[in-house]
């Protein structure tokens, strides 16, 4: 096993917050053979936020279009290569997927403050038609590995279509300094988060309202919470986000490196019925399997090195929230 890289971030501030230089925590980046103790990596998403404001229309194709030939290509080409660069500025990206997504939460945001997501997902044609089950996910983030992996999230016996993957997120550092603005650190730098996620379809009228209904579909996650929260009162009723409607435009499978390949995609959020053509957030990602839990040095450098040059391009705005951070505890008006 290759030893891990161990980067010291330094933030350098705005003038209009200070003179101080701050130093962010070490972050381990896991080149070669997943993470030491066993555990395996499932996958790798690489994520940035772009301005949502570029692609105000009622059809964002074009816009994505500019941002994909006058962007993100010449990106991929500088950082993997040329034929990838090429291949996604040909074939573009396709609407993947169309869902109505919503989370759930306490009302002093119980869980996210300590890293669980409670979300629902429910697919949509181009017409707005919903389909009749919901797929629910519960998901516990965090920057610690083999926390985020020994957490557990098990599902009932008769749950229908159960998925868990354990994986890894990329995203810029940055330090928030309110709801709208932050600092990206400069020379451009990643961090880590881990997540443990479990997702599994339901009805519509078994989505849980409360604690103690998201412990009646995951019987671990009362033992979870309370591990990490102490005592809680797992009657606490659960209070809905706004509804957003999520398209994903997805590109081809390209090669990063020989014999592993990542797929781009760009995920835009409306935030209820009455922003079709304004979306509320705007994320391109790219991600690949690991490999029996393995990834080669060669890709995770080339991986890396492209989501720190994706931080500079003209639409990028790194210091954003991310899409749960932004929404997890929001509440409809």
């Given at each position: 096993m290759s030893r891990p890289l161990v980067l010291l971030l330094q933030i350098r501030p705005r003038a209009a917050i200070g003179c101080h230089t701050f130093f962010a925590a070490a972050i381990m980046l896991l080149p070669a053979s997943g993470i030491a103790g066993g555990i395996e990596l499932d996958s790798r998403e690489y994520k940035l936020m772009l301005r949502p404001t570029e692609f105000i229309a009622a059809d964002p194709q074009q816009a994505i279009k500019r941002f994909i030939t006058e962007q993100l290509a010449p990106a991929v080409r500088d950082q993997w290569n040329a034929d990838a660069a090429n291949e996604l500025a040909e074939k573009r990206l396709e609407v993947g997927e169309r869902r109505i997504v919503r989370f759930r939460d306490s009302g002093d945001c119980l869980l996210f403050r300590?890293?669980?997501?409670?979300?629902?997902?429910?697919?949509?044609?181009?017409?707005?038609?919903?389909?009749?089950?919901?797929?629910?996910?519960?998901?516990?983030?965090?920057?610690?590995?083999?926390?985020?992996?020994?957490?557990?999230?098990?599902?009932?016996?008769?749950?229908?279509?159960?998925e868990s993957k354990f994986e890894e997120d990329l995203g810029p550092v940055a330090v928030r300094n309110g709801p709208e603005g932050g600092v990206v650190a400069n020379p451009r730098a990643a961090r880590s988060q881990f997540s443990q996620s479990t997702t599994q379809i339901v009805s519509v009228d078994q989505v849980p309202t409360s604690l103690a209904g998201i412990k009646g579909l995951y019987p671990s996650f009362g033992e979870e919470l309370q591990a990490v929260v102490g005592r809680v009162e797992m009657s606490a009723p659960l209070d809905p986000s706004p509804e957003y409607r999520e398209l994903v435009y997805k590109s081809s499978k390209l090669d990063i490196a020989k014999d592993l390949k990542a797929r781009f995609a760009l995920t835009l959020w409306y935030k209820g019925a009455e922003n079709q053509d304004h979306p509320a957030l705007a994320e391109i990602s790219f991600k690949y399997d690991a490999k029996n839990g393995e990834v080669r040095n060669e890709v995770a450098r080339r991986a890396l090195a492209l989501l720190l040059a994706m931080q500079d391009l003209p639409w990028a705005d790194p210091a954003a929230p991310t899409k749960t951070a932004l929404v997890a505890c929001d509440r409809p008006s």
């Open positions: 300590h890293g669980f997501a409670w979300r629902q997902r429910v697919d949509i044609d181009e017409h707005g038609t919903r389909a009749d089950d919901v797929e629910i996910t519960l998901k516990f983030r965090s920057p610690d590995a083999f926390l985020a992996a020994g957490t557990s999230l098990n599902t009932t016996n008769d749950a229908r279509k159960v």
